[in-house]
Structures are given as structure tokens and as C-alpha cells.
């Protein structure tokens, strides 16, 4: 070891990113963090060493951030979500680090192979799928833009489940993430807040006559303690934070039990106490879950909120300043209870007059809508919210008719209106529309893509948008292409380098610049060269997975939907196209129809009975048409499992066909979409979410889309929609529907899949499957035309890749911070 480097000042060895300093810093906590040696040592001791070795560098450039953030006292955005799916963190960070090829050559000098301790590379569970990923993209994009920002979330134990297929059916089993330990997290008990459930209310008047609110006698409190994740930004001295919360028992240990010898009552207060941050999203399908859920939603947003307060408290002493400093979006409703909360901190606790208050929540918050399905719109019933947050329940109706009685004044004799923008839902269920509250308590609500904003303006929230025509704006959502092109697809990222520069990883619009090289046939040869690998590296994976070992030909169109399991997703269009395509090669073996592979990946929701029998429709039809030997080499069907972030790193640089396929009208955006064609991928789509902005951007020439719009989707639905004519009109649907009901792929068990017949054919086929399947099969005859023509098919890809600069995350957080957050980067 060069002794330059032992000999140097610990504080400035942790700045030093040589290779001989970050070998040192390794071997050090190997020994002293880890306590083992190299004979000893197993790959996690080590990953944990490299982890702590890099940590060590975050933390200098963290702790100044934080610094300069206090010091200058900007405005400061905080971003309020439920869900961060982080990914890989080691990954993450070596692309964002400038220092990844020191640490690569420090690893091998120590004997070390890189790719085999990125195999320990923890995935942090802490999401369920788009919503959670497009908060972790965002993250990346604050800190790459410099923008002071911090990120507040929840620290599940047990992220979204593992996801087993036994017998083709999903199981569902815990994801315990945290087993091993999670290296770059930093616990912060000096950081603890109360958060309280249950009691009563009690109004009394000082001596002055104004009112004073007492929540008493609440019960199962606990206090929410902090957990840091440094986020760094791409090449820049900006470290910003993602603080999660968990649940700690505010009473540890009941020793009068313990000494009367209930040696588990000593305890059981404490673990009931903790299950609050224990599971993301629990099962919601009876009371006790609703309860949990909405006791997880409150914990985070009252530790948030009481955080954010107390910063803003260390350097003003009033609250003029309070919407000058602040600015917190709320990721969809799961934060909505965020309004009321900041309303009881500054009424009750700080005693500011009620109107004051209402106006800095007004001017604080701003909502991100996600969907437009009514069943997603989340409500809580009265009853429950009355129970467990007796005070908030007074807030609320307080919110309400105050703004009811506004517009009553400003729309006099209007009572339909009044109880279509009332946040109280008086039938069936008399409830708390969280939607509604958080439009009437935010300055901006957005929605995630033209589409969607639009639907959002004219059919979701008509009544609202009429109220607040300023209120309702688009942000269409974005990727960051540091993880989902220069991570996940190097070889591709090194072209793009070579070809156009690196400008792209930080600005994407600079892949315009691959449209001057499309006439290159050298550079499309290297284009195709670098999908090839990555087929072939993704058919590698398939081979060897212990849940697959399945040959599939990387040679063959690899057709992928890789999306949570939902019926409005329509991975059962995509199914009946595969059935299809069976049918043909079985019936004409020398077609010339084009080799395919079919891959599908996603969770199902564990109570979502449907989509959990669509999978097992999937891996049923896979295991019959994988082992039939007419259709060998020409047709090949992959259910993934477990899909996450790390498969989804996989799957996507090796995928050439692109299935966004859902009911127009129903999809927000999209984010898959984005992430798939900036990896090269043709789309098949309807013109739903993003998908048309994805169009306007590569071209009607370049995108394969079909179907009803929404406009027509509705339409047909008002004119009376019958499937069954499509089913009657279609021979190719109707044999592969019966194929389906008869029990093709269920001999066992005949009936099986009857629910999912009945959905089409008996209860009015509610996402147009019959409708746009023939208009999907025509699209698809012109997918294969291209495939056959690799020239053209690589023109295509490229020309895909080059206009996705619209999708990177760093134009939609650029659009946030400069129209809705006021939020500026902070010169150094």
C-alpha cells in the first residue's frame, strides 16, 4: 500500500477517490466494520466493505449539502411518497459517482470480481411498482439538477412480496429486505416524533375567548424514528436526503409483566406497536387492513410534516416566511392526509388563527394525480377515520364547509354541484373522497400525461377544473437515463458515447444527435450488434434461472409486457395474440410467420383474484405450447418471476417489441413505455398515457398503434357495446377463447378459467379486449413485415431512441421546480 495513503489524515482520505485510497479504505472495513479478514470473508462482508468504502465519499459531499442547505436557506422542495423503489443501490451510485473506474480497479486489485458482488446488491423494497420507481427517478433528477430537496417516505420491513409461481400460480411470501442488513442507511434516533391514534376531542376557550382544541386520551401511540439514504446527483457535489420513517413503541419493555411472569405480554406491546412500518401496503380487503393502512399513511405524514417544521423553526420564528421556504408535493392521495395534519400542527400546536393557516396550506401543497379508474380514487369511511384520528375527521368537515359554502355563494341553487366537490361522500358509504381533499387543498394538481391531464380536466374532475381553471396542468412524467440506459444497457450507453458524446447522460435531448448517424450502415451494424448481446444475455438468464430453464432462441422477436398484472393493462390481448399465433404454426408448421418469444413479468395485487387467474392462464398456456414439439424454435412463452427492478435492468436492453397495449383512456402514463424505447425497442400501443406523446415524438412511422381511442372507447360503450359479435365475427378469437373455456391448457380442471371467459363474453368486457383484437393482430402481421427487414427494423430503433429526450426525468422535474415549486438549484 503506497504509504502516502496510510500516512493520510482519515477526514481527507474519505475525499480521496484514487485507486490506492479506495483499496485502503476497503481493506479497512473489511477488518474494523466488518471484523473479518480476507480468508474469512464471505461476498457479503465484502459487498458491505466497498459499500461502506463508497459511503464514505457520499457522506463528505452529504453533510456539506446539508450545511449549505441550512446556510443559505433556500426554498426547499419535500417530496411526500409512499413508495421509493431505489433499486440497486451500489449500481446506482457507481454510475452517479465519479469515481467508478477507480473503484472497479481497486476491487480487481484486491482479487475481487465486480459483477459477482453485484450479485449481493440489495434492493431495497420499499415500493410496489411505477408510482414507487418514478419517485426514485425524480430523486436522482433533484440531486442531478442541484435542487434543494429531500425525499420522505416509509422504511417497510417487508417491501412488496416475493413473488413465487408454484404450480403456475402466484404465491405470494415476504420480501425481507432487510435481512442482511441495508449498508447505506444511516439511523437517526436523535430524530423521533409522536404520532398519535384514538381518543376524543375536547373544545375549551383560553381567557381571551379563542378556542382551544385537546386531543385526549389517545392510545397506541408511537414515535416514528428516521432512517437516511443519501441520493447523490450525477457528477455534481450535490448529496441530497431520502428520509424513511419506522415505528418504534414508545413503551419498550412492560416490566410489571415481565416480573409477574407474562413473559409475553412483556413484550406484545412493543411488536404491536412496530408492525405499523412492518409491510407496504397491506391487505386492504377487510377492516383490520384498512386500518393499518390508514394508520401507515398518518405516521408518515405527521413525522414528515413535524420534521419539516422543525427545520423550518431552527431559522425563523414565524410563520411569514413559511411558503417562501416550503414547497411539499404530495405523490398521489396516500399523503393527502398531509393537509389536515399541517392544519392541526398550526392551529392547535403553533395557535395560528384558522384562516392563516388554511393559506399556507393552500400555497404549500401541490398533487400528482395518477389515475383515472374510480376504484383507485381513494376514500375513507367516516366511522373509521373518526376512530383512529378523531381529530383530523374535524379538520376535514372544517375544509369542507368552508369550501362549500364558497362556492354555494359564487353558484347559488346548485345542490348536484355541491355534492358532486364535497370531500364527504354522503352514499353508499359515507366517507372522505382523498382525491377531492387534495385538490382543494393544493395550489396545483397535475396530471402525468397529456392524455391523462386532459381526461382528468373533462371527465374525472370536470366540476372541479370549472371551480380552479388555473389549478389543473400537465407534467408528463420521465426516466432517468442514468439508471435505465447508461446502468442497465452499458454497451449500448458506450456507443451512444463514442457516437454522439456524453451530454446525453445529463441532457437527453442530445440523442437527437443519432439521427445524423442513421445513414451510417457501419453505426446500425454496431446498434444491432450491441441488441444482439443483450438478447443474448437475457436468453442466458432464462436458461440458467433456477424458476425457468427454458431455451429460448435469441435470434427469434423477443415481445415483451413487463408491467403489473391488471385487466385494464390487457396482458390477456397480448395472451390470446400468443394462443393465436399457436393455432397457426399448428395448423400450418411451414408459415412463415416470424420466430417469437413472448415474455411477461408482473405482480399481481394478493387480493386481486382476477389478475392472479390471468397468471395462471399465462404460465398454463406456457407450459403447453413450451413443450409441444410442432411449434419448437418458432414460439416460445416466458412468465418472469419476481419482477422488479433488477429483472426489469434485464429484460429491458434485450426487448424488441414493446406491448403498451392498454384500454385507451385508462393508463396515466407510463413509464415502462419510456424506458423500453430509449433502449431501442419498437412500441405496440394504443393511443393511451404517455404513448401518444411517444408518438408525436418518433413519428406515426416509427410507433405501431391500434385501436379504439378514448373518445371512441367511450362512444362504443354508450352505443351499447356487445363483445359477443366479436367473438361470433372472429374464427382466430372465437378457437382460441373456447381453446381457453374448454380446458386445453386446464385438462385437470376444465373449468378453471371460466371467471376470465365470463369477464369477455358474459359481463360486458369492461376494457375493450374484444373490441381492439382484431385491430392488434392486423398491428401485429406488420410488426413481423419489419422484423423480417433488419435494416429498416434498425432505423426504426434508432430513430426511437433519439426522440426520447421529452422522457427523461430531468425535463419533468425541471418543469416541477420551475411552474409549480418555485423551487431553483443552489449555486455552490
Given at each position: 500500500?503506497?504509504?502516502?495513503?496510510?500516512?493520510?489524515?482519515?477526514?481527507?482520505?474519505?475525499?480521496?477517490?484514487?485507486?490506492?485510497?479506495?483499496?485502503?479504505?476497503?481493506?479497512?472495513?473489511?477488518?474494523?466494520?466488518?471484523?473479518?479478514?480476507?480468508?474469512?470473508?464471505?461476498?457479503?462482508?465484502?459487498?458491505?466493505?466497498?459499500?461502506?468504502?463508497?459511503?464514505?465519499?457520499?457522506?463528505?459531499?452529504?453533510?456539506?449539502?446539508?450545511?449549505?442547505?441550512?446556510?443559505?436557506?433556500?426554498k426547499r422542495i419535500y417530496y411526500l411518497s409512499m413508495e421509493y423503489l431505489v433499486g440497486r443501490a451500489l449500481s446506482n451510485y457507481l454510475v452517479n459517482l465519479d469515481?467508478?473506474?477507480?473503484?472497479?480497479?481497486?476491487?480487481?486489485?484486491?482479487?475481487?470480481?465486480?459483477?459477482?458482488?453485484?450479485?449481493?446488491?440489495?434492493?431495497?423494497?420499499?415500493?410496489?411498482?411505477?408510482?414507487?420507481?418514478?419517485?426514485?427517478?425524480?430523486?436522482?433528477?433533484?440531486?442531478?439538477?442541484?435542487?434543494?430537496?429531500?425525499?420522505?417516505?416509509?422504511?417497510?420491513?417487508?417491501?412488496?412480496?416475493?413473488?413465487?409461481?408454484?404450480?403456475?400460480?402466484?404465491?405470494?411470501?415476504?420480501?425481507?429486505?432487510?435481512?442482511?442488513?441495508?449498508?447505506?442507511?444511516?439511523?437517526?434516533?436523535?430524530?423521533?416524533?409522536?404520532?398519535?391514534?384514538?381518543?376524543?376531542?375536547?373544545?375549551?376557550?383560553?381567557?381571551?375567548?379563542?378556542?382551544?382544541?385537546?386531543?385526549?386520551?389517545?392510545?397506541?401511540?408511537?414515535?416514528?424514528?428516521?432512517?437516511?439514504?443519501?441520493?447523490?446527483?450525477?457528477?455534481?457535489?450535490?448529496?441530497?436526503?431520502?428520509?424513511?420513517?419506522?415505528?418504534?413503541?414508545?413503551?419498550?419493555?412492560?416490566?410489571?409483566?415481565?416480573?409477574?411472569?407474562?413473559?409475553?405480554?412483556?413484550?406484545?406491546?412493543?411488536?404491536?406497536?412496530?408492525?405499523?412500518?412492518?409491510?407496504?401496503?397491506?391487505?386492504?380487503?377487510?377492516?383490520?387492513?384498512?386500518?393499518?393502512?390508514?394508520?401507515?399513511?398518518?405516521?408518515?405524514?405527521?413525522?414528515?410534516?413535524?420534521?419539516?417544521?422543525?427545520?423550518?423553526?431552527?431559522n425563523h420564528s414565524t410563520f411569514e416566511q413559511f411558503t417562501q421556504k416550503i414547497a411539499i408535493q404530495l405523490n398521489d392521495t396516500h399523503p393527502a392526509l398531509a393537509?389536515?395534519?399541517?392544519?392541526?400542527?398550526?392551529?392547535?400546536?403553533?395557535?395560528?388563527?384558522?384562516?392563516?393557516?388554511?393559506?399556507?396550506?393552500?400555497?404549500?401543497?401541490?398533487?400528482?394525480?395518477?389515475?383515472?379508474?374510480?376504484?383507485?380514487?381513494?376514500?375513507?369511511?367516516?366511522?373509521?377515520?373518526?376512530?383512529?384520528?378523531?381529530?383530523?375527521?374535524?379538520?376535514?368537515?372544517?375544509?369542507?364547509?368552508?369550501?362549500?359554502?364558497?362556492?354555494?355563494?359564487?353558484?347559488?341553487?346548485?345542490?348536484?354541484?355541491?355534492?358532486?366537490?364535497?370531500?364527504?361522500?354522503?352514499?353508499?358509504?359515507?366517507?372522505?373522497?382523498?382525491?377531492?381533499?387534495?385538490?382543494?387543498?393544493?395550489?396545483?394538481?397535475?396530471?402525468?400525461?397529456?392524455?391523462?391531464?386532459?381526461?382528468?380536466?373533462?371527465?374525472?374532475?370536470?366540476?372541479?377544473?370549472?371551480?380552479?381553471?388555473?389549478?389543473?396542468?400537465?407534467?408528463?412524467?420521465?426516466?432517468?437515463?442514468?439508471?435505465?440506459?447508461?446502468?442497465?444497457?452499458?454497451?449500448?450507453?458506450?456507443?451512444?458515447?463514442?457516437?454522439?458524446?456524453?451530454?446525453?447522460?445529463?441532457?437527453?435531448?442530445?440523442?437527437?444527435?443519432?439521427?445524423?448517424?442513421?445513414?451510417?450502415?457501419?453505426?446500425?451494424?454496431?446498434?444491432?450488434?450491441?441488441?444482439?448481446?443483450?438478447?443474448?444475455?437475457?436468453?442466458?438468464?432464462?436458461?440458467?434461472?433456477?424458476?425457468?430453464?427454458?431455451?429460448?432462441?435469441?435470434?427469434?422477436?423477443?415481445?415483451?409486457?413487463?408491467?403489473?398484472?391488471?385487466?385494464?393493462?390487457?396482458?390477456?390481448?397480448?395472451?390470446?395474440?400468443?394462443?393465436?399465433?399457436?393455432?397457426?404454426?399448428?395448423?400450418?408448421?411451414?408459415?412463415?410467420?416470424?420466430?417469437?418469444?413472448?415474455?411477461?413479468?408482473?405482480?399481481?395485487?394478493?387480493?386481486?383474484?382476477?389478475?392472479?387467474?390471468?397468471?395462471?392462464?399465462?404460465?398454463?398456456?406456457?407450459?403447453?405450447?413450451?413443450?409441444?414439439?410442432?411449434?419448437?424454435?418458432?414460439?416460445?412463452?416466458?412468465?418472469?418471476?419476481?419482477?422488479?427492478?433488477?429483472?426489469?435492468?434485464?429484460?429491458?436492453?434485450?426487448?424488441?417489441?414493446?406491448?403498451?397495449?392498454?384500454?385507451?383512456?385508462?393508463?396515466?402514463?407510463?413509464?415502462?413505455?419510456?424506458?423500453?424505447?430509449?433502449?431501442?425497442?419498437?412500441?405496440?400501443?394504443?393511443?393511451?398515457?404517455?404513448?401518444?406523446?411517444?408518438?408525436?415524438?418518433?413519428?406515426?412511422?416509427?410507433?405501431?398503434?391500434?385501436?379504439?381511442?378514448?373518445?371512441?372507447?367511450?362512444?362504443?360503450?354508450?352505443?351499447?357495446?356487445?363483445?359477443?359479435?366479436?367473438?361470433?365475427?372472429?374464427?382466430?378469437?372465437?378457437?382460441?377463447?373456447?381453446?381457453?373455456?374448454?380446458?386445453?391448457?386446464?385438462?385437470?380442471?376444465?373449468?378453471?378459467?371460466?371467471?376470465?371467459?365470463?369477464?369477455?363474453?358474459?359481463?360486458?368486457?369492461?376494457?375493450?379486449?374484444?373490441?381492439?383484437?382484431?385491430?392488434?393482430?392486423?398491428?401485429?402481421?406488420?410488426?413481423?413485415?419489419?422484423?423480417?427487414?433488419?435494416?429498416?427494423?434498425?432505423?426504426k430503433s434508432i430513430l426511437n431512441a433519439a426522440h426520447m429526450g421529452l422522457f427523461s426525468s430531468d425535463r419533468a422535474i425541471r418543469q416541477y421546480s420551475e411552474q409549480?415549486?418555485?423551487?431553483?438549484?443552489?449555486?455552490?
Amino acid at each position: 500500500m503506497n504509504d502516502s495513503v496510510k500516512n493520510t489524515n482519515p477526514s481527507t482520505l474519505h475525499q480521496d477517490t484514487s485507486e490506492d485510497a479506495l483499496k485502503f479504505s476497503i481493506a479497512h472495513h473489511l477488518k474494523y466494520s466488518q471484523a473479518k479478514s480476507p480468508r474469512t470473508a464471505t461476498l457479503m462482508d465484502h459487498y458491505n466493505s466497498i459499500a461502506f468504502a463508497v459511503r464514505d465519499r457520499l457522506v463528505e459531499k452529504w453533510i456539506e449539502t446539508q450545511n449549505r442547505y441550512f446556510t443559505k436557506d433556500p426554498k426547499r422542495i419535500y417530496y411526500l411518497s409512499m413508495e421509493y423503489l431505489v433499486g440497486r443501490a451500489l449500481s446506482n451510485y457507481l454510475v452517479n459517482l465519479d469515481f467508478k473506474k477507480e473503484i472497479c480497479r481497486a476491487i480487481e486489485k484486491l482479487g475481487l470480481d465486480l459483477e459477482r458482488i453485484e450479485q449481493n446488491d440489495i434492493e431495497a423494497g420499499l415500493g410496489n411498482g411505477g408510482l414507487g420507481r418514478l419517485a426514485a427517478c425524480f430523486m436522482d433528477s433533484m440531486a442531478t439538477l442541484g435542487l434543494p430537496a429531500m425525499g420522505y417516505g416509509m422504511r417497510y420491513e417487508y417491501g412488496i412480496f416475493y413473488q413465487k409461481i408454484i404450480d403456475g400460480y402466484q404465491v405470494e411470501t415476504a420480501d425481507n429486505w432487510l435481512r442482511k442488513g441495508y449498508p447505506w442507511e444511516l439511523p437517526r434516533p436523535d430524530y423521533l416524533y409522536p404520532i398519535r391514534f384514538y381518543g376524543y376531542v375536547q373544545h375549551t376557550s383560553d381567557q381571551e375567548g379563542r378556542g382551544i382544541c385537546h386531543w385526549l386520551d389517545s392510545h397506541d401511540d408511537v414515535m416514528a424514528m428516521a432512517y437516511d439514504i443519501p441520493i447523490p446527483g450525477f457528477h455534481n457535489q450535490t448529496v441530497n436526503n431520502l428520509r424513511l420513517w419506522s415505528a418504534r413503541s414508545t413503551r419498550e419493555f412492560d416490566f410489571g409483566s415481565f416480573n409477574e411472569g407474562d413473559y409475553v405480554q412483556a413484550v406484545t406491546h412493543k411488536h404491536e406497536s412496530e408492525t405499523l412500518s412492518k409491510v407496504l401496503y397491506p391487505n386492504d380487503s377487510n377492516m383490520q387492513g384498512k386500518e393499518l393502512r390508514l394508520k401507515q399513511e398518518f405516521f408518515f405524514v405527521s413525522a414528515s410534516l413535524q420534521d419539516i417544521l422543525r427545520r423550518y423553526k431552527r431559522n425563523h420564528s414565524t410563520f411569514e416566511q413559511f411558503t417562501q421556504k416550503i414547497a411539499i408535493q404530495l405523490n398521489d392521495t396516500h399523503p393527502a392526509l398531509a393537509i389536515p395534519e399541517l392544519m392541526r400542527l398550526l392551529v392547535d400546536r403553533e395557535h395560528r388563527p384558522w384562516q392563516e393557516a388554511w393559506e399556507i396550506a393552500l400555497k404549500t401543497f401541490a398533487y400528482t394525480n395518477h389515475t383515472v379508474l374510480p376504484e383507485a380514487l381513494e376514500k375513507w369511511p367516516v366511522g373509521l377515520l373518526q376512530h383512529v384520528l378523531p381529530r383530523h375527521l374535524e379538520i376535514i368537515y372544517q375544509i369542507n364547509q368552508d369550501f362549500l359554502s364558497r362556492v354555494q355563494v359564487q353558484h347559488p341553487g346548485n345542490p348536484g354541484l355541491l355534492k358532486r366537490i364535497s370531500i364527504v361522500e354522503e352514499q353508499p358509504v359515507k366517507s372522505i373522497r382523498m382525491a377531492n381533499l387534495a385538490i382543494v387543498g393544493s395550489h396545483t394538481v397535475n396530471g402525468v400525461a397529456a392524455l391523462h391531464s386532459d381526461i382528468l380536466k373533462k371527465q374525472v374532475f370536470p366540476d372541479f377544473n370549472k371551480l380552479f381553471p388555473n389549478r389543473f396542468t400537465n407534467v408528463t412524467n420521465g426516466i432517468t437515463q442514468r439508471l435505465w440506459l447508461k446502468s442497465c444497457n452499458p454497451e449500448l450507453a458506450n456507443l451512444l458515447n463514442e457516437t454522439i458524446g456524453e451530454d446525453w447522460v445529463t441532457d437527453l435531448s442530445h440523442m437527437k444527435k443519432l439521427v445524423k448517424h442513421i445513414d451510417d450502415a457501419s453505426f446500425r451494424e454496431r446498434w444491432r450488434q450491441v441488441k444482439q448481446s443483450n438478447k443474448q444475455r437475457l436468453a442466458q438468464y432464462i436458461r440458467v434461472d433456477r424458476a425457468l430453464r427454458l431455451e429460448v432462441d435469441p435470434d427469434t422477436l423477443f415481445d415483451v409486457q413487463i408491467k403489473r398484472i391488471h385487466e385494464y393493462k390487457r396482458q390477456l390481448l397480448c395472451l390470446l395474440h400468443t394462443i393465436v399465433l399457436y393455432n397457426r404454426f399448428k395448423e400450418n408448421p411451414d408459415c412463415d410467420h416470424v420466430p417469437r418469444t413472448v415474455m411477461f413479468a408482473g405482480k399481481a395485487a394478493p387480493g386481486y383474484e382476477q389478475a392472479k387467474l390471468i397468471i395462471k392462464l399465462i404460465t398454463s398456456v406456457a407450459d403447453k405450447l413450451n413443450q409441444d414439439v410442432q411449434t419448437a424454435g418458432k414460439l416460445k412463452l416466458v412468465f418472469i418471476p419476481n419482477y422488479s427492478v433488477n429483472k426489469a435492468e434485464g429484460i429491458i436492453p434485450g426487448a424488441d417489441l414493446s406491448e403498451q397495449i392498454s384500454t385507451a383512456g385508462m393508463e396515466a402514463s407510463g413509464t415502462g413505455n419510456m424506458k423500453l424505447a430509449l433502449n431501442g425497442a419498437l412500441t405496440i400501443g394504443t393511443l393511451d398515457g404517455a404513448n401518444i406523446e411517444i408518438k408525436n415524438e418518433v413519428g406515426d412511422d416509427n410507433i405501431f398503434i391500434f385501436g379504439l381511442t378514448a373518445d371512441q372507447v367511450d362512444a362504443t360503450k354508450a352505443k351499447g357495446y356487445n363483445p359477443r359479435d366479436h367473438y361470433e365475427n372472429n374464427p382466430e378469437l372465437r378457437k382460441a377463447l373456447d381453446m381457453i373455456r374448454d380446458g386445453y391448457f386446464s385438462p385437470d380442471h376444465p373449468h378453471l378459467f371460466q371467471p376470465i371467459i365470463d369477464a369477455l363474453l358474459v359481463q360486458g368486457d369492461r376494457f375493450m379486449v374484444m373490441a381492439d383484437f382484431a385491430g392488434y393482430i392486423e398491428k401485429q402481421k406488420e410488426v413481423e413485415a419489419l422484423f423480417v427487414q433488419p435494416e429498416a427494423w434498425t432505423r426504426k430503433s434508432i430513430l426511437n431512441a433519439a426522440h426520447m429526450g421529452l422522457f427523461s426525468s430531468d425535463r419533468a422535474i425541471r418543469q416541477y421546480s420551475e411552474q409549480i415549486w418555485d423551487v431553483h438549484p443552489l449555486t455552490e
